[in-house]
């Protein structure tokens, strides 16, 4: 861009721009590792590095279009020579990607970008290997082991090796050991160097090297026992490979709407949930004028209700519009799993396999916003602890090679996700011993559970059947989490084991979150929401024949007993009413399960547009949001899984 | 079953013991070539485990042949035979891929020893 130009215009289509490129980028990378470089993929992968460099030196972004400009070398030396990426090299180009976006994202933030320089040196170094005629030899030395860790670098292993003393060529065997190894990964620090070892001067018959590889140790070793007369005297790990938590901090900020890039415009996310707003208000206005016009004299009633109808009919369409403008793929979502699961696979130790369909199907951003780190998790999850290490699984008669399954396909008004993996299952008894064990429920009661319910305990903050907590899906959102995004995007989670065979978690999900059918019910002076899709029945009893041998009275539901709250007690509303006589309960599916609302008056159900709460009322358990009903009444709507905790 | 090889050499005299050692190892030796174009042509049509092959030869040299049949197949395996003296070259065609080397004049325990590891047999 010409000096004088003000750049920061542009800032915000750069961010949005080059972040695209990059997670494309990132998918091209990992699809180039599985198939080879072929033709289209790593010229689409070099187009994406391309453009990025381009971008950023427009905006004098210097160091990032440097390392930009090195991936695109290494891709184009790829091309060219028309070689497969390796493993190694394949994680190298993951951690410049990310790398670049973590430059990306610090110039959004308008903070100091990250240093890369490290990363940069290994790009040139690997540059160098693929093309040492046209390329400088790198001056950087490899970067320390903290620093090669947290940008993702394979591990380094430390190898001495030893050609036998009775050998003819000494400097041959030593520089095809060297040559071995070097194919598997980037090779530093020889010891001593290429050309005395090619002429066999060697100490004693031996020389050192340090190997970047993203081979297991039992790969080196293996390759190295192929040569004859070539002794591996010593091999160790320089890095200790502590499994780090896999990059999954999401790039914020705008994104595209919509996959056909021919035909779409950017549109900030805000404004999209302004005009939702707006629409949403225009409903409400609308049956408000319905609610007037009803006590409009009679010569003009008529008129009056055909307008209003004309009215609504134009609002409704203008509001599914809006609805529809925020309808995004999850493939938003998914298209970060296969990168994620190879991550995640490779620090385990596992051989997965990882299928996606149905990804174009469509949900409100906002679900989509909500469900990224808990679909995330799964995926750890069903990994981690479902998929058995390839030994493991070869010993149980299933193939080495893992399944997990991402399928997401429309149901009628639902979005149904499921994550499925072949793996070995969740053990139930072990779910039911850790709820017991945390003093969350009785042995009996325990025991008594349904297999489905059991599994669900899973959810249950502090209950996991895994035994060895790792760092990748052992600590931060647990299952719990998991549960609670899905709730609070109007979602619930099922889940399906079967010891050995493997699970399921099946997500059923509402197409948009804004709308909700409600049921109102009075308490005292108040009027309150219950979401339809949290209810499960509605009973009148009298209160005075409740069962009250327990801590709180039991109402009899179907063929169980049931918990009483008083609503009026658990959300401290004043109540003068005196129930005599039957009283109205709502069944209600809460965290700790079914349980009775005691209300005082049901008043009916109504369609209404969510509103979030804002601070300090997002602050209260309990309430999910408000909204303003027909007649012009705010009232709060009940946010009933967490109501009673 | 017996792994299958290919002999490649010029000399006749060196083809027969290089055979006789493959032979009393266990191997099945399955054709033989006197150069390069030739090694190139035997191994499109015997696809062989192992090929040996002598460095220098009329027509096409060992390293060339070598290249070539690493293009035809990349995971072919190709012992190269050498002279002392001829490291240089060696360490050329293990650029080329070739996977290992032998030295002349061969000893059956050397010539065993390697291709054995190189297989993966030992």
């Given at each position: 861009m010409p000096s004088g130009v003000d750049t920061s215009r542009y800032l915000g289509l750069y961010v949005s721009e080059a972040q695209e490129h990059l997670e494309q980028l990132s998918q091209n990378l990992v699809k180039l590792e599985q198939a080879g470089s072929t033709g289209p993929v790593i010229d689409e992968a070099f187009r994406h590095a391309h453009s990025v460099k381009g971008m950023a030196a427009s905006m004098g972004f210097e160091a990032t279009a440097r390392l930009a400009h090195r991936m695109e070398d290494i891709l184009d030396a790829y091309r060219s020579l028309k070689e497969r990426v390796d493993r190694a090299t394949g994680d190298l180009l993951l951690s410049a990607t990310d790398a670049l976006l973590g430059h990306v994202r610090a110039t959004a933030d308008a903070k100091v970008l990250p240093d890369t320089s490290a990363l940069m040196g290994a790009l040139e170094r690997k540059l160098w290997v693929l093309k040492p005629d046209t390329?400088?030899?790198?001056?950087s030395p490899p970067p320390p082991p903290a620093l090669a860790r947290s940008l993702g670098l394979p591990p380094r292993f430390a190898l001495r090796l030893k050609v036998a003393a009775g050998s003819a060529t000494p400097g041959v065997r030593a520089f095809l050991a060297h040559k071995r190894l070097s194919g598997l990964g980037n090779v530093f620090d020889l010891r001593p160097g290429l050309d005395d070892l090619k002429a066999g001067r060697l100490n004693d018959g031996s020389f050192s090297l340090e190997l970047e590889t993203a081979l297991h140790e039992t790969e080196v070793r293996a390759a190295l026992n192929t040569i004859a007369d070539v002794e591996l005297a010593s091999l160790r790990l320089i890095e200790p490979d502590a499994p780090s938590v896999p990059k999954t901090n999401e790039p914020e900020g705008p994104r595209a709407v919509g996959t056909e890039p021919a035909r779409t415009v950017r549109v900030r996310t805000e404004l999209l949930d302004q005009l939702l707003d707006g629409a949403g208000e225009l409903l409400l206005a609308t049956a408000r004028v319905r609610e007037v016009a009803k006590s409009a004299p009679a010569a003009s009633r008529g008129a009056m209700e055909g307008e209003v109808d004309r009215l609504n009919a134009l609002v409704k369409d203008l509001h599914a519009k809006v609805m529809k403008a925020r309808m995004t793929p999850i493939s938003v979502m998914t298209d970060r799993l296969p990168r994620a699961a190879r991550d995640i696979a490779r620090r385990r130790d596992r051989d997965v396999e990882l299928t996606i369909t149905g990804a174009e199907v469509e949900l409100d951003r906002a679900i989509v916003d909500e469900l990224n780190d808990p679909l995330l998790h799964l995926l750890r999850n069903a990994i981690d602890h479902g998929i058995e290490p390839p030994v493991e699984r070869e010993k149980t008669g299933k193939p080495p090679r893992g399944r997990v399954q991402v399928n997401v396909r429309r149901d009628r008004d639902r979005v149904v996700l499921e994550v499925e993996d072949d793996g070995k299952g969740m053990d139930d008894a072990k779910l039911r011993a850790a709820a017991v064990s945390r003093g969350l429920m009785t042995p009996e009661a325990a025991a008594a559970l349904p297999m489905r319910e059991a599994l669900m305990l899973c959810c249950l903050p502090g209950v996991s059947t895994a035994t060895d907590v790792t760092d990748i899906s052992g600590r931060g959102v647990g299952m719990d989490a998991v549960k609670r995004a899905i709730e609070s995007v109007g979602g619930t989670l099922e889940i399906e084991s079967q010891k050995g065979k493997g699970t399921r978690f099946r997500l059923l999900l509402p197409l948009t979150v804004a709308v909700v059918q409600l049921l109102l019910v009075d308490v005292g002076d108040e009027t309150f929401g219950v979401p339809v899709a949290k209810v499960n029945g509605v009973v009148e009893f009298p209160e005075e024949q409740l069962a009250r041998s327990q801590a709180s009275p039991l109402l009899p539901f179907g063929n169980t007993l049931l918990p009483v709250y008083s609503l009026a007690e658990v959300l401290a509303v004043p109540n003068g009413h005196v129930h005599a006589g039957a009283r109205p309960f709502v069944v209600v599916e809460a965290e700790s399960g079914k349980v009775a609302l005691g209300v005082d008056r049901l008043r009916g159900q109504e369609e209404v547009v969510l509103k979030a709460l804002t601070r300090p009322l997002d602050l209260v358990a309990g309430l999910a949001g408000v909204t303003i009903l027909g007649n012009g009444q705010p009232i709060f709507i009940l946010d009933v899984p967490r109501l009673l905790t | 079953m017996a792994k299958r090889v290919l002999v490649v050499d010029d000399a006749i005299f060196m083809r027969d013991i290089i055979k006789d050692i493959f032979a009393s190892g266990?191997?099945?030796?399955?054709g033989e070539a006197s150069n390069g174009v030739e090694a190139v042509e035997r191994f499109k049509e015997l696809k062989p485990d192992l090929t040996t092959m002598d460095l220098v030869m009329p027509f096409k040299n060992g390293i060339e042949a070598t290249r070539e049949i690493l293009r035809v197949d990349p995971k072919a395996v190709v012992v190269m035979c050498s002279a002392l003296g001829q490291e240089a070259l060696v360490m050329e065609a293990i650029e080329a891929g070739a996977m290992d080397f032998i030295v002349k004049p061969p000893r059956a325990e050397d010539v065993l020893a390697v291709v054995k590891k190189v297989l993966g047999e030992a």
């Open positions: 390329t400088p030899r790198p001056s | 266990g191997f099945e030796v399955v």
